[in-house]
């Protein structure tokens, strides 16, 4: 399997030429993205793929299922041994990971404690949500953030979580 290494500072020029067609149009809904707000989210926010994650990603693309680097293990199997409260949502129009197979997760959690909402006019949202825009998009903070919000509201942590003080740096060593 051929593999290829995506460098963001490559790719980032290329991803706002156009919005509405090739890769960038699977990646989100053009009339919820602000070119401005893609050209920072391409240069800043996208990481170098590894080799290792991209291969991962082919094999997905090629046999639908998503499994560790090594094969062993389908995470879509897993699905049902997950049961803490889950929050599942999608865009109507997100090409890369589409309604149905947000759907598909929702259905096989094992959660008793499950939402799922698809982003979209038809849901009382302002605009067709695609993949990326359900974060940087110009509706996100009218319809996605609250909704999150609420969620999170109605689902607190059975224990609040407190970090543990640091009383060290694993680099303490550089120091001395």
């Known amino acids: 399997l051929a593999t290829l290494l995506v460098n963001a500072s490559v790719a980032a020029p290329f991803s706002v030429l156009d919005q509405r067609a090739g890769v960038t149009a699977a990646m989100y809904n053009h009339r919820n993205a602000d070119r401005s707000v893609l050209k920072e989210f391409f240069m800043r926010g ?31 199997r897993l699905l049902g041994k997950l049961t803490v409260p889950c929050f599942v949502a999608g865009g109507l129009v997100d090409q890369l990971a589409p309604p149905e197979s947000i759907r598909y997760v929702y259905n096989h959690l094992g959660s008793k404690d499950k939402a799922f909402h698809i982003f979209s006019v038809v849901n009382n949202d302002s605009i067709d949500y695609g993949h990326l825009d359900l974060v940087f998009g110009r509706y996100a903070p009218r319809d996605v953030f609250p909704a999150i919000e609420q969620w999170l509201d109605d689902h607190p942590l059975a224990t609040p979580y407190t970090p543990k003080p640091v009383t060290s740096s694993p680099l303490d060593f550089l120091l001395k």
């Open 46 to 76: 996208i990481e170098d793929i590894p080799t290792g994650v991209l291969d991962q990603l082919v094999g997905m693309v090629e046999t639908g299922e998503l499994r560790s680097y090594d094969g062993k293990i389908n995470y879509a």
